[in-house]
């Protein structure tokens, strides 16, 4: 096992109140094996690596458990963390045009990595900064390394941000939305580099997106997300096949195919619950087509379908009669006791 | 760059009146024609002439020699208080901006103190704490231009400091202070390296002004206020005891402010 997550809970501090930003978040990535989580803006994808990484605002509050290999990265203090970003875990950001600094090479860039994390000497990270370049198809490497970023194009901006990533060999590769800013031909390229330097490496890759495209081509598993929570979780083509989840059933409905006409494409209606004003039931169960009186009242549990596929859902969950009786009786006792 | 300095004949002549002070200030015994301590009655307060060309003051020393040995002078204290009073500002505010919190109000709540009087009031003060002499204008004109510093550079910080490749330097493992240096600083300088280019001349003036009321260079020294503080009683009979160090100011500070308006556009990114 790469990485295993144990039930993150993040809250920040906004306007002087703690508000909850992630809820019991587990997952686990193999090596040689690609994860992409999914969701709309603000369910917690970025806020989910950032916290492996723990590259939060100040004051952030985190618990649960983050291990890499057999180490517990969550409890080390910030000068270990600082050894393993960019040497062990590396990221990718979204938009490599503000990922870069304006005002170095792209040869410092990369050179700075290899300065942080390890002993070469100038001459043999001169070398290895070339020979980066090259790996991730680069043309004219050693002109490169004297060019800014400003006189580069999108996608060769996003290669060296893979390089720079790449630079220490790292086990695990996060990528925070790594093709959104570029053109589909590109971003096809950027991706099959990506899944080159998987294999090359058997590394790990976590995939963060809102895009199913790139899900469905270099992802092994998939894990989808809404309002701060894991809703389900499913090999790559179970969950194309045999969505579970009303949410996921929503998102795929709304990606339009080649060659349809007729159909008009699916939406889901409403909007993301604010993290101030979360409900006590499912956090979906307002734009859910299949909601339940339970639904609104409890939490759905995480079940396990199969070895593959867990959702956390009340359509799924056999014990919902029991528990409804319940919730009722407790209700009842409750407006009894007020009276 | 060259091109662009070149395009604005207001920056060219700034940096020409910047050069020629320079130069003035390395070669002054050999530009000055008389010495400039050195006193003859029988001369004093001749009009322009040939041997004397902007005349004599009132103890007969020469008026021009005296002015160009004054460059050096004005141009040590322009250029000595800029380059202490820079980086303390620099990386004072530097720091309040990255970390914020209580490291961020104490040193902002500090500059504040120091903003809080007229800078010149406040130079005046210290100076006089100190006794009269051009060493403790120096200092006293360090102490009250630092803040301006910190200011500007705080903000061009907090302006980058949530940029996308700072937080990649965070993911890359550089510690806060590596970030700081080498990520943030040198993206965040310009604004205050302009302002200090403009200071140059402010400072000169500055430091004319505590030695024209006697705050700062005393009498035999040649410095441009202390010369004109001395012609106040003469103005009447012999105009050019004044006016010659008078111009020898407004050129000076006209001349690095032209130019510092010319580096501006010139490092100004949107202008790029």
Known sequence: MLLQVQNLQLSLKRAGKFISILDDVSFQVQKGETLGI???????????????????????????????GSEVISKLSKKKLEKIRGNQISMIFQDPLTSLNPLHTVGKQIEEALILHTNLTKKERKDRVVELLKEVGLPRAEEMVKEYPHQLSGGMRQRIMIAIAM?????????????TALDVTVQAQILELMNKLKQENDMGIIMITHDLGVVAEVCNRVMVMYAGKVVEEAEVNELFQRPRHPYTIGLLEAIPRVGERKRTLGSIPGTVPSPQNLPIGCRFADRCKDAMEICRQAQPKTLQLTDDH????????ERR??????????????????? | MFRRLVSSPLTVFGFLVVFILVITALFAPLIATHSPTEVNIVNKLQPPSQEHIFGTDEVGRDIFSRIVHGTRISLKIGFLVVILSFPVGTILGAIAGYFGGIVDQFIMRTTDIFLSFPGIILAMSIAAALGPSIENVLLALVIVWWPWYTRIVRSSVLAIKNAEFIESARALGANPFRILFKEILPNSIAPASIQAS?????????????????????????????????SREILREAWWAATFPGLAILFTVLGFNLLGDGLRDILDPKQR
């Not at chain 1, 999914?38 to 723990?54: D, H, P, Y």
């Open chain 1, 38 to 68: 999914v969701g709309e803006s603000g369910c917690g994808k970025s806020m989910t690596a950032l916290s492996i990484m723990r590259l939060l605002p100040d004051k952030a509050k985190l618990a649960g458990e983050v291990k890499v």
């Open chain 1, 167 to 179: 630079a220490c060999r790292p086990q695990l590769l996060i990528c925070d939305e790594p093709t």
């Open chain 1, 321 to 339: 009669e029991d528990l409804k009786d319940d919730i009722t009786r407790n209700q009842e006792s409750k407006t009894t006791l007020s009276h």
């Open chain 1, 310 to 317: 867990r959702v956390a859902c009340w359509l799924y969950d």
């Open chain 2, 198 to 230: 403009l200071d140059f001349g402010f400072v000169i003036l500055a430091a004319a002004g505590l030695s024209f009321i006697g705050l700062g260079a005393q009498p035999p020294s040649p410095e441009w206020g202390a010369m004109l503080s001395s």
